[in-house]
């Protein structure tokens, strides 16, 4: 059994990756604010789920937080926020809360938990950062591609520092039909939808098996990369 640990497991792209960790028999610790939704399959009621309250914005907390996880095989830090707001009069409070959620606490959350995931265990330790194309191409939300970005370059950066003793990895989905595409105005979809091959938007259960792959089963020699989860869009 996988000890797994998912920063926003309890909802959209988290939510289907809790569900398939639990369906293979692995146990996962779920860190989020809200545990009310009810998005069809019962985490909350689950043996193998144990749903832990954080605000990822507090950063000073994350050692605390940290010693609520006894065991680690892989890290998951899906989390992550999105606002509607350009770059014009930004609010500084908006821009802090993204840095934190978006790249300061998935690094932190790295650096604080790599001694627990190295202790021996029958599995690799693997950590998959949900990054996005945002990331890459550039976005409206100024602060949300940049953090998007940094996690990408993070990823690659701890890939090495760990030498193969954990495996790091990222992907970067383009828009997903979860709540968070309720940001993306109605003409930006429109102009996504036309870019890719078959004029859909991924599914969280397509983002989520691909993470799954990275945090279990891919070869180790997949180290340090991005995977573009993207139907054509960004073809490079
Ligand atoms: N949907 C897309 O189009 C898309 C595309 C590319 C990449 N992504 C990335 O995929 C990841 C998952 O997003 P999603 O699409 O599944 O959207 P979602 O349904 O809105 O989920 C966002 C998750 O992040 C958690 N979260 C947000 N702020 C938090 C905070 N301050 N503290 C703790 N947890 C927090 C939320 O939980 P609580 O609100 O309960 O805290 C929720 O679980 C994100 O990193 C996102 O950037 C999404």
Redo the contacts with the bound molecule.
């Keep these: 059994m996988r000890h797994v640990v998912i920063?926003?497991?309890?909802?959209?792209?988290?939510?289907a990756l809790t569900q398939k960790f639990v369906e293979a028999g692995d146990s996962v610790q779920i860190?989020?604010?809200?545990?009310s939704?009810q998005e069809g399959f019962d985490y909350q009621n689950h043996p193998l789920v144990i749903c832990t309250p954080?605000?990822?914005?507090?950063l000073e907390n994350l050692p605390g937080l940290v010693t609520s996880i006894a065991k680690i095989d892989v890290l998951i830090?899906?989390?992550?926020?999105?606002e509607q707001i350009t770059y014009e009069g930004y609010p500084d409070q908006q821009r802090n809360?993204s840095l934190?959620?978006?790249i300061i606490?998935p690094v932190k959350l790295i650096e604080l938990l790599a001694d627990k995931l190295k202790v021996p265990s029958e599995y690799t330790p693997r950590i998959v950062n949900?990054?996005?194309?945002?990331g890459q191409i550039g976005h409206p939300d100024i602060w949300?591609g940049i953090s998007?970005a940094g996690l990408i370059n993070a990823t690659k950066a701890f890939s090495k520092a760990f030498e193969g003793k954990i495996i790091v990895n990222a992907?970067?989905?383009?828009?997903?039909?979860?709540?968070?595409?309720d940001n993306?105005p109605p003409h930006r979809q429109q102009a996504f939808l036309k870019n890719t091959i078959t004029g859909r938007?991924?599914t969280?259960e397509e983002?989520a098996e691909s993470i799954h792959w990275l945090a279990t089963e891919s070869p180790e020699y997949i180290n340090g990369i991005c995977l573009d989860i993207n139907n054509g869009s960004f073809p490079r």
């Design positions: 920063t926003g497991g309890n909802k959209g792209i988290g939510l860190i989020a604010r809200d545990f939704n954080f605000d990822l914005t507090d830090n899906n989390a992550g926020m999105m809360d934190a959620v978006n606490a949900n990054a996005s194309i945002a949300y998007k992907v970067a989905p383009s828009p997903v039909e979860t709540d968070m595409l993306i938007f991924a969280a983002v």
